[in-house]
């Protein structure tokens, strides 16, 4: 079983970057779809990104699209978020989430059967 660890939060000024990345364990993780959600206070956990398994195809939430970029490295077990331009809006902990379905159109939460422990992004105005 992938397990799977969050790290690169932190705090940063609104128009900053940060990389996020989500370390997974395990022989398999080549054969995961991984995804990104966030979740700000008192909110719902919302959908950010997702990437298949190779890396070929990718998707994005229309509030990143344009300024957050998904990858991964599967020799390294480990995939990315880029995110540029970071508004206050961007606040939340983010997620990192795998799981075994073909494609792209796989954007809820329970989409996914595996997941990190969350990472904190702030962005401040």
């Known amino acids: 079983q992938v397990q799977l660890v969050e790290s690169g939060g932190g705090l940063v000024q609104a128009g900053g970057s940060l990389r996020l990345s989500c370390a997974a364990s395990?022989?398999?993780?080549?054969?995961?779809?991984m995804g990104w959600f966030r979740q700000a206070p008192g909110k719902e956990r919302e959908f950010v990104a997702r990437?298949?398994?190779?890396?070929?195809?990718?998707t994005y939430a229309d509030s990143v699209k344009g300024r957050f970029t998904i990858s991964r490295d599967n020799t390294k077990n480990t995939m990315y978020l880029q995110m540029n331009s970071l508004k206050p809006e961007d606040t939340a902990v983010y997620y990192c989430a795998a799981d075994r379905q073909y494609g792209l159109g796989f954007t809820g939460e329970g989409d996914y059967e595996l997941w990190g422990q969350g990472t904190q992004v702030t962005v401040s105005s």
């Open positions: 395990g022989r398999t993780f080549s054969t995961y779809a």
């Open positions: 990437i298949t398994w190779v890396g070929r195809s990718t």
